[in-house]
């Protein structure tokens, strides 16, 4: 079945330090998305990329679809405490199937 | 709008013993999904719904089973609980249009001892 893999599993930064998060999924997707999960809070969505090699930004945020349609990333810039928290990637394979598979995420921690 | 909402919000069993996840949603959705959510794995698929009277097994259905009671409302049960159900249970609903995103409830924190 389809997987769905993040990397890194964890990222310590400094506040104004880049970072950068890879979603790789084993088969062709339809349309991504990313999810941002705050420690002891529930996953809120950030945005959905449907198209090849689509790049889109909100505000210090750039997403990116890779050109095959099996990988995405999310690079954030000057990082800020306020983005902590656990990222998530989440594809789906059909246009109109039902389930999104989920990444395992990529946990970012952001030093004063 | 409540959104969705979850109860209870903590639970703890003990090994054999039942109990019924409640997630309730105003936003009039059609889809509806369970997921738990473990250290270092992600969100799994339990159980969904893409429609009123109908449920579908996910990636994880084993002990498990849903109601579909009706748009608003879909329900997890446990019938006996295993401490391999230890986990974090959040319910969503997903909007069809546009974007697709689902929106999570704030999640049950189960611990079956």
């Known amino acids: 079945g389809q997987q769905v893999m993040q990397i890194p599993q964890y990222q310590h930064v400094q506040e104004g330090e880049d970072f950068t998060t890879y979603c790789n999924s084993s088969t062709t997707l339809s349309n991504i998305q990313w999810y941002k999960q705050r420690p002891g809070g529930h996953p809120v969505f950030l945005i959905q990329l449907v198209k090849s090699g689509e790049v889109k930004k909100q505000k210090r945020l750039t997403f990116q679809f890779g050109e095959a349609k099996k990988n995405s990333s999310l690079h954030i810039t000057a990082t800020q405490t306020t983005d902590v928290g656990t990222y998530f990637c989440?594809?789906?394979?059909?246009?109109?199937?039902?389930?999104?598979?989920f990444g395992p995420g990529t946990r970012l921690s952001v030093l004063p | 709008n409540a959104g969705v909402t979850q109860t209870p919000k903590f639970q703890v069993l003990k090994t054999g013993q039942s109990m019924t996840l409640q997630c309730a949603q105003d936003m009039n959705h059609n889809s509806m999904y369970w997921y738990r959510q473990d250290p270092g794995m992600g969100l799994r698929l339990i159980y969904y719904?893409?429609?009123?009277?109908?449920?579908d097994k996910g990636e994880v259905p084993n002990g498990y089973n849903v109601s579909r009671l009706n748009k608003r409302e879909f329900s997890l049960r446990l019938e006996s609980a295993a401490p391999s159900q230890t986990s974090v249970y959040f319910c969503?609903?997903?909007?069809?249009?546009?974007?697709?995103?689902?929106?999570f409830g704030p999640g049950t924190r189960l611990t079956v001892l």
């Open positions: 719904s893409a429609s009123e009277g109908t449920t």
């Open positions: 989440a594809g789906r394979e059909g246009n109109y199937g039902q389930n999104f598979v």
């Open positions: 969503a609903t997903r909007r069809q249009r546009i974007y697709n995103e689902q929106f």
